[in-house]
């Protein structure tokens, strides 16, 4: 089984992370059942909060450290827990430590989210999530469960996708999930809001996960994982072999394309949800660069007849950001002159 060098490696692992918090951002759309949080047991002062999620972002992804200065400063604050949880969660699953230390640390990882809940924090980022979780008690434990299981199955050895249907479980555990803790932070709370707004949300966190794993191919077989349906590929001949060894079949690319025109086809009805279910302009312009860079990044990977195997790993430049950015713009200028009215 050929392996890629611990470079690639680690470069899917930080662009999985960005993309995270990419979605942290902008991802409005899903609540669930109201959380019974205590208060704290042990006062943590918000400057120790959010210091510790500063360093942490410095550390690890300093662009996302400037781009959270420019959201408002209440949104920027919670966003930066959830990222700071998100990250560290990350951490763990992507480490390439051995599975057993894996899954004890991610024991500990769960434990010490029990204790937050409780009320007990163990360090000062969980403490920035606690007063997150106390200032939107719609905010439910069960996306972070969630996140934590998908996470989890990403420690079993060989880890495959039996089927599309799994696929769209892990989108949402991943990725889906981060919508359900950013909607109440950006004001969808109420039950009309979220009933509009969850199938969309759901679509979007999906669509990023299966653009993700498209793009991130050569690096999740670094950590002996391949994402597409197994059923999917065997139906037509392709093999994990032809993944690990880099090799672009024409099965594999045919299981390729028809994974990224799923993705579109839920892009599609994010963008949908972002016009008709956020209550606010500023997020669904959002919401739609996303949908619109996501759409770039498929566009990409057409172009190389979905070989995403060989030479360098798909990406949108600077270019293809701005006009993504231009695009989501006239859509929701489009939509305001269809009557749609925005806060």
């Avoid at 930080?14 to 609540?31: G, H, P, Q």
């Avoid at 619109?292 to 293809?320: F, I, M, P, S």
Wanted: proline share 4%; with cysteine; hydrophobic share 45%.
């Amino acid at each position: 089984m050929e392996r890629l060098g611990k470079e690639e490696e680690v470069r899917g692992v930080k662009t999985r992370c960005e993309d995270k918090f990419l979605l942290l951002r902008t991802s409005e759309m899903l609540s669930l059942a109201a959380l019974g949080v205590a208060p704290p047991s042990r006062a943590l002062g918000a400057a120790d909060q959010d210091r510790a999620i500063a360093e942490l972002m410095l550390e690890h992804d300093p662009a996302l450290h400037l781009a959270r200065n420019v959201l408002p400063a209440r949104v920027s604050q919670d966003a930066g827990a959830l990222y700071s949880w998100c990250r560290r969660l990350d951490q763990i699953v992507d480490s390439g430590r051995p599975r057993d230390q894996v899954s004890r640390e991610l024991d500990s990882f769960e434990a010490a989210f029990d204790a937050l809940v409780a009320g007990d924090p163990r360090d000062p980022a969980d403490a920035a999530l606690l007063s997150t979780l106390q200032r939107h008690p719609s905010l439910g434990r069960q996306p972070f469960d969630d996140m934590l299981a998908g996470m989890r199955a990403d420690t079993a050895v060989d880890r495959r996708i039996a089927t599309y249907d799994e696929l769209r479980e892990y989108g949402y555990q991943v990725a889906g999930t981060v919508g359900l803790m950013l909607l109440p932070l950006l004001g969808v709370e109420s039950k009309a809001e979220v009933a509009a707004a969850r199938e969309p949300a759901v679509a979007l966190g999906v669509a990023i996960q299966i653009a993700n794993i498209l793009r991130d191919a050569r690096p999740d077989a670094a950590l002996g994982r391949v994402y597409l349906p197994q059923d999917e590929l065997a139906a037509v001949g392709a093999t994990d072999a032809d993944i690990f060894a880099g090799r672009p079949t024409a099965a594999h690319r045919e299981v390729v394309a028809k994974n990224a025109a799923r993705a579109r086809a839920l892009l599609d009805d994010a963008e949908a949800g972002a016009l008709a279910a956020l209550p606010s302009w500023w997020a669904s312009l959002m919401a739609l660069v996303i949908v619109e860079q996501y759409r770039a990044l498929l566009d990409v990977l057409a172009g190389r007849d979905h070989d995403n195997l060989t030479g360098e790993r798909c990406r949108v430049g600077k270019v293809g950001k701005m006009r993504a950015g231009l695009v989501a713009f006239g859509t929701l200028l489009k939509a305001r002159a269809r009557g749609v009215w925005f806060a």
